[in-house]
């Protein structure tokens, strides 16, 4: 029990290890075997450094590789920790540095070529590092980290000393460097602007100084800088204040304030892309503008590099030189690039000039002085070039490119770019090797360009690019070629006969859906092609059957992993298929076998459209009980899947006797822990023996099958680079090939230690499958080699894919075709079957055959059809020629009803469709239109609207008072008899209460002023109240009187028509301006769109004009009707009004003449004259009168309006007044508001001043303190130095003394050679005359090296040969041992003269700061004293309103009027005058008033009679309505109860309380339910946790048992029971003891506190 439990303890302590390094993870049985890294192949991304002068590196995936210039041979380094993350190198000292990429980053220092760590640099980088820069002289190393910390740090790397660190929060890098002459200055770069950075040292301390570099715009040009947080003068105005800056006036305070910039001060800069430094310690910045800017390191200044114009021959052979590259781009097809502006990528300074590249892919140089430059063109090499570098002795440049093809060139020869190493664009997509697995391997990458490798170095030997987007790779077991599915379902097949010339031969076009992996089985029968939506395709594998395909299967789920494994006893290929359950999380497998006679009878097994029949391929299915992501199978029925869910292995055995409680679900036998993460996949050797588990972790698990313990690991991949895609076993299990996911690496692993039984039984296994594929190999080869290449179409450049034609040979002729009739893909395809997949010509051939088959049918079918369209159509024609009720629908023709109800559907879903969207457009309008409506028309307290007059173009609008308009009423009193001239403002006169405003001499302070600005509103809004008033009585005037006018034109419009006149009546109306909320509405005859009815609505509308049909109907069958308009006109009597209209009907006999006229007739005629007469004059009369009326009823209407006009008119001239005065208080509130502001403007000054003011005064008191330290440490240091000098000179002094018994002319020989000095060697570096650089100043660190050398010279000079003659050896040893001393004296008096001296202008660089500190804050107090000033001016300065009367206004000029006329009259006069005039005026008026109230007391009585009697008609009626009222319950109710209402609200209250009552109860018993349910659910968790918890123990418990139960029976021994009851009793008797000991040992413990206490408390001395 207690092993177990140990070992789960180290289960668990793995697992918490893998997240700190996910390589140094635990392994039990990791000293059975090992792997090593034979080989690592990458491609680089753009990230190279030389290491020396041979050798370049660059990261890739978990390693850096160094390659040699020279031989092409790769050196591998492996990070431990993961993927290699920030990398930099060195090539003068030979180290490099590299971080990793995990938590809590770390910098790895390793010296080339011996690959030892120096140290390790851990600074304070929570997730990574982004740049890394070694200095050229010094162990000096820059470090950048990316997101939270964005710290800049500089690092003593012999040391592992940080010497200084500086965080810029927010701002992420794209290049830094050292200054290569001075290790002290940094050049930071980013995408926006250039920093540098100064190292400043004070003996021990490191300080980063930062010195931002102003760089020019777009136009070259430099802005002078403006200071807008301090403006260089203060202008004074009058009336608008001071002039502030525009952060005071943004309202800024605190850093924001100092940066503050508004976007019109901001003009964009031109943008740096690379840099170099040259030898006089300037920076060459390239710019995205075309532009190369020459920076100096010291003054930050810049200047903008411009090209020497050339001589005119030169500019024609240029433009010549140009324009044939323009044309031989033309015809390459390539982009026309513009060499006159190209914009650097790259540079590389030398002692020649300076190189540049960029997009272009041309390499310039630029010869520069003055600056001025010549360019010219070094080389092409027609890709984009991101970065250049020299080697360390600068004979080579390397030319990296964007995609990372790597190029040397060579400037002393001045030749082409060499390509050093290929790239490519994407990453290893699979490798596998070659048959028969033990010399070559292939891989191939996304973008399909496939590689050939020698598997012993990893030689890449030959290349293939096939421009396609691969899937899925394969090699054949059987033959010499692979298999590469893209993604469009094609299958390509290579020819590696010839490792040096790979070749494609073959092209399957399977189908359309991606090919997803190719799987070949291990006797190279067969290959099967997995595809998405559940295709698995099965061919031939063998070159000579033209790789046949042999059919497919479709399943119905999707498949996430296959895996093919070969039966050779039985002659069987079995294929297992893992597939995603989708409805339960579980997996399925789906195996299903393939026999050798599918090859060679394949009709006999498939059907028409090639699929396998299900009894050919025997399939079988199982469930397995956990879902999984891949799944392998071993030759006896067990199954190893990796799950999904947990971080474990599961082990099946396919048999029925594992099935227990679902007989369709297979359980888990056993679980092995995986110490992985992540998604992952599980690969078989080729003998079964081992199980090879990866993940996205990256970290590489190899297991016996057997009995799954692990053989070994190797972390070859990491997490951050995907993991590892692909993991592919040789043959003969000496090597691993492993393929990272987006690394872009590919490890080649063998075993560096591993049991000998382990490698002869792989050794067994190959040789065992070396017969058999050596035969198919040999045979397949030959016809491998005699196929022709498959050749490529370059004209079809629209598709993705190339179109491909097979060139056959006439050796082959016989036998492509004898294939053709198999059934077989060949090879002679056409243009039409070209882009046909085999699935498509499958279908094709079967639809063929249907229609050659049933083609008399289906031109009978079709004769038939003819017919009967013609006797449909006569039958049509004759239904056109019947009545309307004979007629039949046009539906009832239509043969074809589900065809008609489908299109009716199909236009009904589209009719709803659009109806939906119609729908929610309205809506959409809707909600816009409440939107504006609530913002722009509820918001207004009173609605704007207008009043016209009747006959003029004059239009008067109300004021709009919105509802926050309304000021708050204010409780403050002032002096009424303030003039109107001093409140600045006539509102009094129109409604506003001026008495409640301060005085305008009083408004000081700004709680006085908001006060004012709200009762100013609030008077605002009272004037305009009061004028709304007046303009409603107006407004309501104008619909009386146009109700009037209406009544006056109806009777108008009568008598016009019974004078029979046509003139047009004038109708007055309200216009929208009157009646704003017409807007608000949508009238019928607005919408121009018939409405839309639905069928119910139609239907009601037909059946309500069949009732009004019938209604006229009724009513034109009226007899009464009928009777009256024939016997009296229609009417009853003669009215007045019908006068005009009567006619005398003239006697029967007029048509006679008048002398056969008898007498009676005679008379009769005179009667009817004499009507006639009297009718006429009737007639007369009555339209004079109705004339007369007429001209009355006009007349009235024109006095109305014109009387209407004035009171418009008059309301208009109040109008003007009344705005006048609304601008003059809102002028008022103007002015308060500016005062407001400038007062606001002026705080925020002051506070960000007293702000700037603390930060400086922080500095000064931090600078201060560095002063203060410095200078102590000068101190110090002074007289160390000092001591130091002394010595030197005491040693100098004291060389006579030592040497004292030396003869005299020996003692001036060695005096001479004691002051003999060495010529210090420099080192290699400083020789070279290539270095630009070579003459380095460095600091008192970098004369170690340079001490060492001096060492190594005074070795020579203390030679015996150099001993003069007859001097004693151990004189002369005595000698050398002083000299030595005096040369290490010397050399220490250097160095702290350097370190003093760096000391001491440390110390100065601080003074200086601090007195620029100093005015700084001098010139802030300034401010601050001005500032104070102003504000105290605003408060007393105020601006006053006056109204002054028209003449009473200053004059234009200064001279005096002439006043010699004028009277001087005493003004009691004039004011005694004024009372009389006065006294008069009020008797008239109250006369006049006596006059008008009389008046208006007869008119008060004439009303009140004319409204008492209408009361009494009323009283009357309301008499008669009680008399026939019914009276029911509730009436008699009301008239019973005496407070009816009050009975009512009781009732009402009394049924409000019973129902809050039950809704209180309600809400309590609904808490205490929801309570109570949380409390179940509480108990609930609680119960499913310890439920949880007991099975975990459970499950642990069980393994304890199962352990000691396997012990116990692998012990075989027989205990008998009382043995183990006594061992039982023993166990039992040690734990209480063990706890017992525990228990007094606490007590112990506890006795021992309490002695010490009382020891300390008795003897606190000790």
């Known amino acids: 029990m207690e092993a177990a439990e140990e070992a789960r303890g180290a289960g668990l302590a793995g697992e918490e290890l893998r997240a700190e390094a996910p390589g140094s993870r635990h392994c039990p049985s990791a000293e059975e075997a090992a792997l090593e890294v034979s080989w690592v192949q990458g ?54 540095a590299f971080s990793d990429r995990k938590l809590n980053p770390i910098i790895y220092i390793y010296t080339f070529p011996e690959l030892n760590k120096l140290t390790e640099l851990k600074g304070n980088a929570q997730l990574d590092y982004t740049l890394l820069a070694f200095s050229f002289t010094g162990p000096y190393l820059a470090s950048y980290s990316s997101i939270p910390e964005f710290v800049l ?188 502006k190209t914009v650097p990528f790259a540079m590389a300074f030398c002692n020649e000039g300076l190189y540049t590249a960029g997009s272009e892919g041309i390499l310039f140089f630029y010869h520069i002085k003055d600056l001025q430059y010549e360019m010219k063109i070094c080389a092409d090499i027609l890709q984009p070039i991101s970065s250049l570098m020299f080697s360390p002795d600068y004979t080579v440049l390397l030319l990296v490119t964007d995609q990372g093809t790597v190029y040397t060139y060579k400037p002393a020869h001045s030749g082409e770019a060499v390509k050093l190493l290929d790239a490519c664009s994407s990453c290893f997509l699979a490798a596998d090797f070659l048959t028969p697995g033990d010399k070559y391997c292939v891989s191939v990458t996304i973008s399909g360009e496939v590689q050939v490798w020698f598997l012993d170095d990893g030689t890449c030997l030959s290349k293939l690019n096939l421009d396609i987007e691969a899937t899925a790779m394969a090699c054949c077991p059987s033959s010499s070629s692979v298999a590469i599915g893209t993604k469009r379902g094609q299958v390509y097949f290579l020819d590696v006969t010839e490792v040096e010339a790979p070749r494609v031969i073959h092209r399957i076009f399977l189908s359309k859906f991606p090919l997803l992996s190719l799987h070949y089985d291990q006797s190279g029968q067969f290959l099967v092609a997995r595809a998405t939506e559940g295709h698995i395709f099965i061919l031939d594998a063998r070159p000579s059957k033209l790789f046949q395909v042999l059919g497919y299967v479709v399943l119905a789920d999707e498949m996430l992993d296959l895996s093919v494994v070969s039966d050779f006893k039985n002659d069987l290929v079995e294929v297992v298929v893992l597939l995603q359950v989708a409805e339960v999380q579980r997996a399925r497998l789906e195996i299903f076998l393939l026999s050798s006679a599918l090859t060679t009878d394949n009709d006999k097994y498939v059907n028409e459209q090639g699929m396998l029949n299900a009894s050919a391929i025997k399939k079988e299915r199982y469930d397995l009980d956990y879902p999984l992501s891949s799944a392998v199978r071993l030759k006896d029925n067990i199954v190893y899947g990796y799950c999904t869910c947990a971080p474990f292995i599961c082990k099946y055995y396919l048999s029925e006797e594992n099935v227990l409680e679902d007989p369709s679900v297979y359980l888990s036998e056993k679980r092995i822990p995986s110490n992985q993460f992540g998604s992952g996949f599980l690969c078989l050797s080729p003998n079964s023996r081992w199980l090879a588990s990866a993940a996205k972790d990256g970290v590489l698990f190899i297991y016996y099958t057997s009995t799954m313990d692990m053989l070994a690991q190797k972390h070859c991949h990491s997490y951050q680079g995907g993991g590892i895609r692909s993991v592919v076993f040789s043959l003969d299990g000496k090597f691993i090939l492993v393929n990272g996911k987006n690394d872009g690496a590919l490890v080649c692993l063998k075993w560096k230690k591993i049991k000998k039984i382990e490698v002869e039984e792989a050794a067994f296994h190959w040789q065992s499958l070396l017969p058999i594929l050596n035969t198919s190999t040999s045979n397949e080869n030959v016809f491998l080699k005699s196929m022709a290449k498959w050749q490529f179409d370059l004209e079809s450049t629209s598709e993705s894919l190339p179109q491909e034609k097979f060139q056959e040979e006439p050796l082959k002729s016989s036998n492509v075709e004898a294939t053709e ?123 704007g609207r207008a009043v016209k007059v009747q006959r003029k173009n004059l239009e008067i609008e109300s004021e709009i008072v919105l509802s926050k308009e309304e000021g708050e009423k204010a409780e403050v009193t002032a002096d009424d008899s303030a003039s109107y001239c001093l409140i600045g403002s006539l509102s009094s006169q129109y409604g506003g209460d001026t008495s409640i405003l301060y005085h305008q001499w009083d408004l000081h302070t700004r709680e006085q002023k908001v006060n004012q600005i709200v009762l100013l509103k609030d008077i605002i809004y009272k004037v305009k109240t009061a004028f709304n008033k007046e303009f409603d009585i107006v407004a309501q005037q104008k619909q009386h009187e146009i109700t009037r006018v209406k009544e ?15 003139v047009e009546v004038w109708e007055p109306t309200l216009t929208d301006d009157e009646i704003p909320e017409r807007a608000l509405t949508v009238q019928d005859s607005e919408i121009k769109v018939e409405k839309y009815l639905t069928q119910q609505e139609r239907e009601k509308e037909v059946v309500l004009a069949k009732l009004e049909m019938e209604r006229r109907l009724a009513a034109m069958d009226n007899e009464r009707l009928r009777a009256l308009n024939d016997m009296m ?234 001993m003069p003659n007859g001097l004693d050896p151990s004189i002369w040893e005595h000698f050398c041992l002083a000299r030595r001393n005096k040369v290490e004296s010397e050399e220490l008096v250097k160095r702290k003269a350097l370190t003093l001296a760096e000391m001491q202008a440390f110390l100065q660089r601080r003074m200086d700061d601090n007195e620029k500190i100093k005015s700084e804050i001098e010139d802030i107090f300034q401010e601050l004293t001005w500032l104070q000033e102003e504000k105290m001016k605003l408060q007393l300065n105020l601006t006053v309103q006056f109204l002054l009367k028209q003449g009473q206004v200053e004059l234009e000029s200064t001279e005096i009027p002439d006043y010699a006329d004028a009277i001087l009259i005493n003004k009691s006069v004039i004011e005694e005058l004024n009372c009389s005039i006065m006294a008069q005026g009020e008797k008239k008026i109250a006369s006049m008033v006596e006059c008008k109230d009389f008046s208006k007391g007869i008119f008060q009585l004439e009303w009140e009679h004319k409204k008492m009697r209408m009361q009494i008609e009323d009283l009357k009626q309301k008499a008669r309505d009680i008399v026939t009222l019914p009276i029911s319950k509730d009436r008699q109710l009301f008239l019973t109860v005496l407070n009816y209402n009050s009975h009512i609200a009781h009732h009402i209250s009394v049924m409000e309380q019973t129902l809050g009552i039950m809704d209180k109860l309600h809400k309590k018993n609904v808490k205490n339910r929801q309570k109570r349910i949380k409390e179940l659910e509480k108990c609930i968790s609680l119960k499913e946790q310890e439920n949880y918890e007991l099975s975990l123990e459970l499950k642990e418990m069980l393994v304890s048992v199962s352990e000691r139960r396997h012990i116990f029976e692998a012990a075989n021994t027989h205990v008998s029971e009382k043995i183990a009851k006594q061992r039982y009793r023993q166990i039992l008797k040690q734990k209480r003891l063990r706890g017992l000991v525990k228990e007094q040992e606490e007590q112990c413990e506890i006795l021992q506190a309490e002695v010490e206490r009382l020891r300390s408390r008795t003897f606190p001395i000790l």
């Open 153 to 340: 740090s500089v690092w003593n790397w012999q040391e592992n000393i940080l010497l200084c660190s500086e965080s810029q929060p927010g701002v992420t890098a794209t290049s830094l460097s050292f200054n290569p002459t001075n290790w002290q200055q940094l050049c930071f770069v980013n995408e926006r602007s250039v920093t540098i950075w100064c190292i400043e040292r004070n003996n021990d301390e490191y300080h980063l100084k930062q010195n931002p570099v102003k760089l020019p715009d777009g136009q070259r040009s430099m802005r002078p800088h403006k200071d807008l947080f301090f403006p260089v003068s203060h202008s004074q105005d009058p009336y608008h204040g001071p002039d502030l800056p525009v952060s005071a006036i943004a309202g800024l305070v605190g850093d924001e304030a100092e940066t503050f910039m508004p976007r019109n001060y901001i003009k964009p800069s031109m943008n740096p892309t690379a840099h170099c430094w040259n030898a006089t310690s300037e920076i060459y910045l390239g710019c995205k503008e075309g532009y190369v800017l020459a920076i100096d390191a010291e003054t930050c200044s810049v200047s903008v590099l411009q090209q020497k114009p050339l001589p005119e021959y030169m500019r024609k052979i240029s433009d010549v030189v140009s324009y044939v590259r323009r044309e031989v781009q033309k015809k390459k097809g390539g982009k026309l690039k513009d060499l006159q």
């Open 1048 to 1062: 006056r034109n109806l009777k108008i419009q009568e008598i016009l028509a019974q004078l029979d006149l046509q």
């Open 43 to 96: 491609f680089p991304k753009k990230n190279f450094g030389f290491i020396n002068n041979q050798t370049i590196c660059y990261p890739c995936g978990n390693y850096i590789l160094f390659l040699d210039i020279e031989t092409k041979t790769t050196t591998a380094l492996q990070c431990q920790t993961g993927q290699v993350g920030a990398f930099a190198a060195n090539g003068n000292s030979q180290v490099l």
């Open 821 to 943: 009739e198999g059934g077989s893909v060949t090879s002679s395809y056409s243009a039409s079957t070209n882009d046909m997949t085999w699935i498509g010509q499958k279908i094709k051939k079967v639809i063929r055959e249907e229609t050659q088959r049933f083609a008399n049918q289906k031109k009978e079918l079709q004769m038939g059809i003819k017919k009967l369209r013609k006797t449909i159509q006569k039958m049509m024609h004759e239904n056109e020629q019947v009545p309307d009720i004979e007629k039949l629908e046009q539906q009832e023709f239509n043969l074809d009803i589900e065809e008609q109800e489908r299109a009716q559907e199909e236009a009904e879903q589209k009719v709803a469709r659009v109806r939906k969207e119609i729908e929610m457009e309205n809506l959409v309008n809707c909600y816009l239109q409440d939107v504006i409506k609530r913002e722009c028309w509820d918001a207004m307290c009173v609605k």
């Open 1129 to 1362: 006109g229609g009417v009853l009597e003669v009215k007045k009004e019908d006068i005009l209209k009567m006619d005398i009907p003239p006697p029967p006999f007029i048509s006679k003449p008048e002398h056969v006229w008898n007498d009676e007739e005679k008379k009769i005629f005179e009667e009817h004259e004499k009507k006639v007469k009297e009718l006429n004059e009737e007639k007369e009369k009555y339209r004079r009168a109705l004339e007369n009326e007429l001209k009355k009823l006009e007349a009235s209407i024109q006095e109305t309006t014109q009387n209407f006009d004035e009171t418009v008119c008059k309301l208009s001239e109040r109008k003007v007044k009344l705005e006048m005065v609304i601008y003059q208080e809102e002028l008022k509130i103007v002015n308060l508001v500016y005062a407001l502001l400038l007062d606001e403007e002026l705080d925020t000054r002051e506070a960000g001043l007293h702000n700037f003011l603390m930060k400086k005064e922080k500095e000064k008191v931090k600078t201060a303190k560095t002063i203060q330290t410095t200078k102590n440490k000068i101190e110090a240091y002074t007289d160390t130095y000092e001591k130091a000098v002394l010595e030197e000179k005491n040693l100098e002094r004291g060389f006579a003394k030592q040497f004292a018994d030396v003869p005299a002319n020996l003692l001036d020989e060695l005096f001479q050679l004691y002051k003999h000095r060495p010529k210090t060697p420099m080192t290699e570096m400083l020789l070279d005359t290539a270095n630009p650089y070579g003459d380095c100043s460095g600091s008192a660190e970098d004369y170690k090296d340079a001490h060492t050398l001096l060492m190594k010279a005074m070795d020579e000079l203390d030679s015996p040969e150099h």
